[in-house]
């Protein structure tokens, strides 16, 4: 019969690599710090599509004076 992997050399479970302890280290980190990882995520988008419609012409009137308009605003 077959021998299972690590069955019958010393009886215990094996060390797990390098990469998957990493890997577990990772996964460990991104649980613990999820809330701050995704606050930080909105603002960075909003901040990117902010400046993105900002940066558009037609938009950018918005902010611009325009002196032919009869103005309200003293």
């Known amino acids: 019969m077959r021998q299972q992997r690590g069955v019958g050399r010393g009886g215990g479970r094996r060390d797990p ?3 998957t302890r990493v890997v577990d280290k990772v996964f460990r980190f991104v649980r613990l710090a999820e809330f701050e990882i995704l606050f930080v995520l909105f603002f960075f988008i909003a901040f990117i599509l902010f400046k993105d ?3 558009r012409p037609d ?3 918005i902010f611009v004076k325009k002196p032919d308009q009869d103005d309200r605003w003293p």
Do not use: C, E, P, T
């Open 17 to 19: 690599g390098l990469l």
């Open 53 to 55: 419609l900002m940066s």
């Open 59 to 61: 938009y950018n009137q």
